[in-house]
């Protein structure tokens, strides 16, 4: 059985006064496993996601992801971490609209001082890989919702990250091009590409994940596998 490649131990994560967004999670994920979170709004989902991403430190307990303890990084170190270690697909695909496609799939690469040949090749390669190599020159604003989030899942990749996280990556998209989504994160996880999805979309869920978990104020009331 593959190693965890997120562990979460004891985490609570509280703001104020309030009642904690996470109030003692345990969470394991393995190397290759694609793991969708549900629960209702304010459940915990997106503090569980920027936790993993090192967007936000818990107020106890320790998240270890790749290796490497999260929680206790400086923000240079955190913002370094992202680069290296995560990819990030956003519901609104974040993309600059100002850049082609291929710039903005450079950028990760770009910043962590990849020389602009090397990225330029491993962009294209991307790009050819998930069906969008005809929009290289494009802007995205040109494009469709499901091929603006191809391009977000591309510059996710761009640096090989061993951990993908997708923030409801279908919420702004329509019915098809949200088909297309689904497709893409199956097909990204059978070619052994963790990911950690966050969703209100059962079928999302169903169709893309091999392991659900479901939170409700900030604790897990369900954890199972998923047949597909």
């Not at 999670?25 to 997106?46: F, W």
């Not at 430190?57 to 170190?77: D, F, I, N, Y």
């Not at 510059?155 to 996280?165: D, E, H």
Request: hydrophobic share 45%.
């Amino acid at each position: 059985m593959p190693s965890p490649i997120i562990e979460i131990s004891d985490v609570v994560k509280s703001y104020g006064d309030g009642p904690p967004a996470l109030a003692g999670l345990n969470l394991d994920v393995r190397e290759g496993e694609a793991l969708a979170v549900l629960g209702p709004s304010g459940s915990g989902k997106s503090t569980l996601l920027n936790l993993v991403a090192g967007l936000d430190k818990p107020t106890s307990g320790t998240v270890t992801v790749a290796g490497r303890r999260v929680e206790g990084m400086s923000e240079a170190a955190s913002a370094r971490f992202r680069r290296e270690r995560i990819g990030i697909v956003f519901q609104f695909f974040n993309l600059l609209d100002d850049m082609t496609v291929i710039d903005n799939v450079l950028l990760p690469a770009q910043l962590g001082g990849v020389t602009r040949a090397a990225a330029r090749n491993r962009a294209l390669e991307l790009l050819d890989y998930l069906g969008i190599e005809r929009h290289a020159r494009a802007y995205p604003g040109r494009l469709s919702g499901g091929e603006r989030q191809r391009v977000a899942v591309a510059r996710a990749l761009m640096n090989q990250p061993p951990v993908i996280l997708a923030d409801e990556p279908t919420g702004a998209l329509d019915t098809a091009s949200g088909e297309d989504v689904k497709e893409l994160l199956t097909d990204l996880n059978a070619d052994g590409q963790t990911i950690v999805l966050v969703t209100h979309d059962t079928v999302l869920a169903s169709t893309c994940a091999s392991r659900t978990i479901e939170l409700v104020d900030g604790r897990i009331v369900r954890d199972f596998a998923v047949a597909r």
